[in-house]
C-alpha cells in the first residue's frame, strides 16, 4: 500500500524557516517523482517543488525559488521540503504527492498518491 506521511508544519513568523518531510513507503521509492504541493484557504492546490527519484531533476515554482530546497533521501525513502525566508502568503496546507515517473510532474491532477497534509501558518 502506497503510503505518503508529511510532518513539520507549524506556525512560524515572517522571515522564519520550516522543514517539511515526506516519508514514503509501498513503492519503489526510485521509480517516482514525488512533489510538494500546497493549498491554501478558498484556493486550488498548487504545485510548489518537485524532484524525480531517478536523476534528481528538481523543479520549482517561480514565488519559492531561492527561498525553497526540495531534497529526497533514498535510503531513508523521504523527500523534505527547506523552506526559508517565509512569507505570510506562504501559508497553506502543504501536500505530498507521488506519481510513478522519471520526470519531475508539476501539475496536482497527474499525481496518483497523496499524504494528508501538514499546515504552514506564517503569521506578519
Known amino acids: 500500500e502506497v503510503q505518503l506521511v508529511e510532518s513539520g508544519g507549524g506556525l512560524v513568523q515572517a522571515g522564519g524557516s520550516l522543514r517539511l518531510s515526506c516519508a514514503a513507503s509501498g513503492f519503489t521509492f526510485d521509480d517516482y517523482a514525488i512533489g510538494w504541493f500546497r493549498q491554501a484557504p478558498g484556493k486550488e492546490r498548487e504545485w510548489v517543488a518537485c524532484?524525480?527519484?531517478?536523476?534528481?531533476?528538481?523543479y520549482y515554482t517561480d514565488s519559492v525559488k531561492g527561498r525553497f530546497t526540495i531534497s529526497s533521501d533514498h535510503a531513508k525513502k523521504t523527500v523534505d521540503l527547506q523552506m526559508n525566508s517565509l512569507k505570510p502568503e506562504d501559508t497553506a496546507v502543504y501536500y505530498c504527492g507521488a506519481e510513478r515517473s522519471p520526470y519531475p510532474i508539476l501539475e496536482p491532477l497527474f499525481m496518483s498518491y497523496w499524504g494528508k497534509g501538514t499546515l504552514v501558518t506564517v503569521s506578519s
Open positions: 524532484i524525480s527519484n531517478s536523476d534528481d531533476t528538481r
